[in-house]
């Protein structure tokens, strides 16, 4: 691993500061630069981490028996995919840290820029010369969003740098059976670049962001920061 020389404090962010910004500047704004108190998780948050969290205690060897309710049986193989892994690397809910420079550093580190928390990983050893394939997955609640495309693009550059795999794979699963699992492979280490230029524009994007000008859309009905709930936005009658 490496880290960062610069004694600039990094400009922090993550996949999620992202989605939010995506979605509305100063929702973003509001959230993660002034850290205006939020509410707490509603039922269907609160549902999907309940999940997450069964998800990860069985996949450590608890009991099927502690599995969520909603989660569908056909993803239990899938599940034990990643439970019974026989050899190389398996993680849970395993943080990593990029610099501000895309390398990885500790999730802790003072250089930290982006942190991830992968929801499971495997990592395949090679059988000869070959640096072997890296599985990573991603458990979602709900209905599939036009983002998680992006979360992939994003994982599978953390997976590039810390294992250096000849093939990562990041697929996102929806628990409930709301939708077929969606994939993205990457197989180069010019790929790693590719993905790269595309955060980078995206990051450098919102650094340079001093508007956050606000906007409006069907989500202003469940912002937390809207008129309508008393938050600071003109937005969301």
């Known amino acids: 691993m ?3 020389m610069n004694t600039k404090p990094p400009f922090r962010w993550s996949f999620s500061q992202w989605e939010s910004y995506n979605q509305c500047p100063a929702k973003w ?20 981490l309940q ?38 690397d398996r993680h849970t809910e395993y943080k990593m840290a990029f610099d501000s420079e895309w390398y990885l550093c500790g999730p802790t580190s003072k250089y930290a820029a982006c942190v991830a928390v992968l929801d499971a990983t495997r990592y395949l050893k090679p059988k000869s010369f070959d640096r072997g ?52 492979k990457v197989a180069t280490e010019s790929g790693f670049e590719k993905l790269k230029a595309i955060w980078q524009d995206r990051i450098s994007t919102m650094q340079r962001d001093e508007m956050c000008a606000p906007r409006p859309g069907v989500h202003c009905r469940w912002c937390d920061y809207a008129k309508s709930q008393g938050g600071p936005c003109q937005f969301g009658n």
């Not at 509001?30 to 549902?47: E, T």
């Not at 502690?66 to 993803?75: A, M």
């Not at 036009?146 to 929806?174: I, N, P």
Request: glycine share 6%; aromatic share 8%.
């Open 2 to 4: 490496s880290e960062s």
């Open 133 to 184: 394939v890296l599985e990573i997955a991603e458990w979602k609640s709900g209905r599939p969003k036009d983002t998680h495309s992006e979360q992939r693009k994003l994982y599978a550059m953390f997976g590039m740098r810390a294992w250096r795999a000849d093939e990562v794979t990041v697929t996102t699963y929806y628990l409930e059976d709301t939708a077929p699992p969606q994939r993205l």
């Open 29 to 48: 704004n509001f959230q993660s630069r002034l850290r205006l108190p939020r509410k707490p998780p509603g039922p269907a948050a609160a549902r999907g």
């Open 51 to 88: 999940m997450h969290s069964t998800v990860e205690e069985y996949i450590k060897g608890a009991d099927p028996s502690v599995l969520h309710p909603d989660i569908s049986p056909k993803y239990i193989p899938i599940l034990d995919a990643f439970r019974n892994h026989p050899n190389g």
